[in-house]
């Protein structure tokens, strides 16, 4: 019998058993959409990840306090912070408790162009939480202090106004730009704000300047930040300093002059930083790390990979569920068929040809089910994504569409396979004799 045939064979018996054939496939339908969903919120949370690491600039250097081990004892591959140094590390790499083990003279020491000669900017960061407002408008988010230099990381567009200039930076200005979103917090009826005084943590500050929309605008993105001068921050906002008195930095940014030039700046950077601590000659170990953004992509890639994974092997378990629900049935089938079964071969039907017909009536089964699961697996996917308020948004990729697919077809030829080898082994007289 042809395959058009078997298959349009099949269709008339599911279509004979309506609430059967729909109760048969919900096991696979449950699955698919729960892999489905799964899979397609984790790459959508891994390119909101990525998003987040290229926002900050290319051809980056992250100069991070503390030691960070990967490996070793910590087999799930997670960052392990070894004792000594206070630390918070955010998923954009800002720090909100800033450790102590990188100070102004780090930096100092990072733009000296003999010691690091492929870097282009070298950019420090100090990260903090700032509660904001503007008449009777409140909004807490980050603030970042910093230096003009650090738009060029990012290319930050400007919607109004202007950046932070040197000469706040050396005075310590009370000038803030805002991101999109504290700007929308604040001034909801929108207009060029440049020039209003708004008060962070009880200071005031002056806007002179709000940022462009980058990264989707939502609340805990990129474009959720206050920019102030560095100085500003270090003294007024985040007075921190280390055992000596020395101002401390959250972390530092580094830019290579060429991407082929990456590995050679992450070398140059930590080379310098253990001479000036004299780390070599102490014997010491470091108190920081360095790690290029391929390096810190893929590790959070790895992490975020295989949480995905394992929860897709678990929703994939109501797969073999629902397989287990489609041999039940099929067996059922073959037997009120007997007859059928049995008339077929006594008019010259063949074993073969049995045992495709009841094989593809497995494996429709269970491709309905799955291409119902299909949609209904994204859809899913698209709602929860709706509560990340923006963040993040699922990424349906035709990969975790074929691998639906392929594994509802699996499941229907791995649970249909005995049943329909049963159908075709049953004899034709006694087929015909059964009532």
Known sequence: MPLVENIRVAFRALAANKLRSVLTTLGIIIGVTAVLALVSLGNGVQQFINNRFESQGANLVFVI????????????????????????????????????????????????????????????????????????????????????????????????????????????????????????????????????????????????GVMKQRVGGAEGSDDDVMIVPITTARERLFPQRNARGEPTVSFI?????????????????????????????????????????????????????????????????SLFVGGIGIMNIMLVSVTERTREIGLRKAIGARKRTILQQFLVESVTLSLLGGLIGIVLGAGLASVVALFSRGQFSALVTPDAILLAVGFSAFVGVLFGVYPAWRASQLSPIEALRYE
């Open 65 to 208: 306090p503390a030691r960070v081990e990967r490996g070793g004892a910590n087999r799930s591959g997670v960052l392990s912070i070894q004792p000594g140094a206070r630390t918070g590390v955010e998923l954009s790499l800002t720090l909100e408790d800033v450790a102590l083990s990188l100070t102004l003279k780090d930096v100092a020491v990072l733009r000296n162009p003999e010691r690091v000669p492929d870097a282009r900017i070298v950019a420090p960061l100090v990260s903090g939480t700032g509660r904001a407002s503007f008449g009777d408008r409140r909004y807490e988010t980050r603030v970042r202090g910093t230096v003009p230099e650090y738009r060029q990381l990012n290319n930050a567009p400007v919607l109004y106004g202007r950046y932070l200039n040197a000469d706040e930076v050396t005075g310590a200005s009370r000038v803030v730009v805002l991101g999109d979103v504290p700007y929308r917090k604040l001034f909801p009826d929108g207009g060029d704000p440049t020039g209003q005084d708004i008060r962070i943590n009880n200071i005031n500050f002056r806007v002179v």
């Open 253 to 317: 940014l580094v830019q290579a002059i060429d991407k082929d030039r990456i590995d050679a700046v992450a070398e140059q950077v930590a080379r310098a930083l253990r001479e000036a601590k004299n780390l070599d000659f102490a014997g010491g170990e470091d108190d920081f790390t360095v790690s290029t953004q391929r390096e810190l992509l893929q590790i959070v890639g790895s992490i975020t990979g295989a949480v995905t994974a394992f929860l897709a092997a678990v929703a994939g378990i």
